[in-house]
């Protein structure tokens, strides 16, 4: 996958890239339980390496950070690209946000809403460039739902999983409406944009994997897509076969014609030479030679019938293979959505079983452990 720089990455080369990290920490709860995710500084010519290949190495504690800044920096490359594929929806989230106010805490709950909407629009809206944006999207806010759980130990509330999150989502969606002169104004709103990814990331919208949570449009979208390649596909190969019939035709009738003119040719090499031909054969020559005139047209037209029949198939036939490409792109996706359903299944009864093995465990004479008290939400 070679790219040089994040901005030189496809959009879906950078969703591959975040399945690739995040799916590690949905199967590693050490990683998870490392401290400080998302805040603290990875190396610099690590990263790099990171986003110029585009390739994701096996994530472990000593290069945790630094994947993790590879994360980071690839959200505000999409902002051109959410721009072009959604601006609709996108003007519809910015009328929200561009609202926040820090006289109004239900402004920040709305333009949590509005985010949410947003992702969901994406989501659901069976385009493939929205669906990637919407899932790369969601992946961030999932894996601070996944890495919160554990923040006792890792210190990533989901407050200071926002204080990341929030500025790069700003700069990726133009949460905040720029136009205010006043910086001290301007630098709370960012700090609403914070409290509104917060809000986004404790809404429980984001608990379930992107493909558990939207399979059935998802699926929906992809069996669509499949139903339409597969006609495309059978027109394209019906065409084809009908140019291949019309190709054999053609030089079908080419070999004949080349045979006719080469037995006209013999002729006019087999009679006497001018000076010494009768009246009769100069008459026969005079026939020979505009018959091997009209021949030789003839076979100049059947070339180019040739060459335009063969650009023809060629095209088609590329036609053909992207359909079929397709199909084999959309059996795949479907075969990969249905696996991650079924792993995030399998997670989720996986953790529910240690959880009744834990109180099962519980000796009748012992009592449960407390939980600590919640954490009030520390001020900024």
Aim: with cysteine; hydrophobic share 40%.
């Amino acid at each position: 996958m070679a790219a040089s720089g994040p901005e030189n990455l496809t959009t879906e080369q950078i969703l591959t890239m975040c399945r690739g990290i995040f799916s590690q920490f949905e199967e590693n709860e050490t990683l998870r339980k490392v401290q400080g995710l998302l805040r603290v500084a990875g190396g610099k010519a690590d990263t790099d390496r990171i986003l110029d290949s585009g390739i994701i190495p096996e994530i472990n504690k000593s290069n945790v950070h630094t994947v993790l800044d590879a994360v980071k920096r690839l959200l505000p490359v999409l902002s051109s690209r959410i721009a072009d594929a959604a601006p609709d929806e996108l003007a519809e989230l910015q009328s929200v946000s561009h609202a926040l106010s820090s006289d109004d805490d239900a402004t920040v709950t709305a333009a949590s809403s509005a985010l949410i909407k947003f992702i969901d629009t994406m989501a659901e809206s069976g385009n493939q460039n929205k669906e990637y944006l919407a899932e790369i999207l969601y992946g961030y806010i999932h894996f601070a739902t996944i890495i919160k759980e554990f923040s006792d130990i890792n210190k990533m509330t989901s407050d200071n999983c926002a204080i990341v999150l929030g500025p790069k989502f700003d700069a990726m969606l133009d949460l905040v409406d720029k136009s205010d002169k006043d910086i001290m104004a301007a630098a709370a709103k960012i700090g609403l944009v914070n409290d509104l990814v917060c809000q986004a990331i404790d809404s429980g919208s984001f608990d379930l994997s992107f493909a558990s949570k939207y399979i059935e449009q998802l699926m929906s979208a992809r069996q669509k897509g499949f139903a339409e390649a597969s006609i495309q596909a059978e027109k394209t190969s019906g065409v084809v076969i009908g140019l291949m019939d019309r190709l054999h035709n053609v030089t079908t009738d080419m070999d004949a014609t080349k045979s006719y003119l080469d037995s006209l040719l013999d002729k006019k090499s087999a009679m006497p030479i001018a000076i010494r031909r009768s009246k009769q054969e100069k008459k026969a020559a005079s026939l020979i030679k505009s018959m091997i005139k009209t021949t030789k047209a003839k076979l100049g037209g059947l070339e180019e019938k040739l060459q335009a029949l063969q650009s023809d198939m060629h095209d088609y036939e590329m036609k053909r293979t992207g359909f079929v490409n397709a199909l084999n792109s959309l059996r795949d996706s479907m075969s990969r959505l249905e696996d991650d359903v079924s792993a995030s299944a399998s997670a989720s009864a996986s953790g529910s079983e240690l959880s009744n093995l834990s109180d099962s465990s519980l000796s009748s004479d012992e009592e449960p452990l407390t939980p600590e008290p919640a954490r009030k939400r520390s001020p900024r």
